[in-house]
């Protein structure tokens, strides 16, 4: 395959939003467990973030009647680079309009993946000011360590169930000028699985194919926890207050981190990622492919047992289908 050079238009996942039917229960969950801050609330939903997010909130938590994500949101690398993402996604085919209004960013692109997912791209966004009393004496620190729970840093990824792998990776690929950095293949052309990043991370955005073929639901949201004495810890927590740990604490082999899942009580998937996996700095990468060969001795899980069945099934919002291949698994899905 001839070179092509890399598009350095994206800048990171800033935000992510996440439905949860039980409100209330998934807001002290996020404060209490995960030690995140409640920005703003309006009657719908709150905004929050890790103490080390810069931006006004990383995390929208939403008011539903079914659990599931909503906006997806970016940033642009420049005002410039924007319009530049814009003219692809438009030129694409793809569905998009410009929206504004949006609490904690600008004027920004709302557009629809293939399978459905919405996402934002914008440029102008609202920094996190601390106040005096909430000021971190580690100048790098958006904001002082918060006390409770076991604080996550920063909000890492969001993986997404989608119907077709390959097509919804390819349109973030050429429009937004995302990398393929791992990928899972059987059979030498059914891609699973995928992981995609437009910076030195293996990943901002993962996909995996959803086998009930519902597609546009949500797999889990991520975030980076720090050390791995920090994973334990809030492990212990998940386990002292009854929360259900799906899987881990473990370390994948793809993207060489150390996780652990869990249902949030809303029953969204939340990962705790950290160590950082690996980074990759080669413009010449070549995605790395796993197949049935290694997926299930290496590369699901390097360190520490299998992945259950209800992993490669349960999604938000639930479905049936999905619903139906748990029970046939034996798996409790969440409510
Ligand atoms: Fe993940």
Redesign the pocket.
């Known amino acids: 395959m001839t070179f092509q050079e890399p598009i350095h238009d994206v800048a990171q996942l800033a935000m992510v939003e996440i439905f949860t039917p039980k409100y209330e229960e998934s807001l002290n969950f996020f404060e209490t467990f995960l030690g995140m801050y409640k920005q703003a609330e309006d009657g719908k939903s709150a905004y929050l973030r890790a103490y080390e997010d810069r931006y006004h909130h990383s995390m929208k938590l939403t008011r539903s009647d079914k659990a599931g994500v909503g906006v997806i949101s970016w940033r642009a690398m420049s005002p410039q680079a924007l319009e530049r993402r814009v003219a692809a996604i438009a030129a694409s085919g793809q569905p998009g309009r410009w929206v504004e209004g949006h609490k904690g960013y600008g004027r920004a692109y709302e557009f629809t993946t293939p399978d459905g997912h919405v996402n934002h791209l914008f440029w102008d966004v609202e920094y996190f000011k601390p106040t005096e009393a909430q000021r971190s004496r580690l100048l790098s620190r958006a904001q002082k360590r918060p006390l409770s729970g076991v604080p996550v840093r920063r909000l890492d990824?969001v993986?997404i169930m989608v119907s077709d792998v390959t097509k919804n990776a390819t349109f973030m690929q050429e429009t937004l000028g995302f990398q393929k950095r791992e990928n899972v293949v059987f059979g030498g052309k059914d891609e699973l699985a995928c992981w995609l990043s437009v910076s030195p991370l293996v990943h901002e955005i993962?996909m995996t194919k959803d086998n009930s073929g519902h597609g546009n639901r949500l797999h889990?949201l991520?975030f980076w926890y720090g050390s791995q004495g920090q994973m334990l810890d809030i492990a212990d927590l998940l386990k002292e207050y009854g929360l259900h740990i799906e899987a881990g604490p473990a370390k994948h082999g793809i993207s060489q981190g150390y996780?652990i899942y869990f249902y949030e009580p809303g029953g969204n998937r939340i990962?705790l990622?950290g160590d950082c996996g690996y980074l990759i700095f080669d413009p010449e990468w070549k995605t790395v492919t796993w197949d049935e060969t290694n997926f299930w001795s290496e590369g699901g899980v390097w360190i520490g047992g299998d992945l259950p069945q209800d992993f490669f099934v349960y999604g938000t919002p639930i479905v049936e289908a999905a619903a139906e291949a748990a029970r046939a698994a034996e798996v409790e899905p969440a409510e």
């Open positions: 990824h993986n993962a889990h991520a996780f990962e990622f």
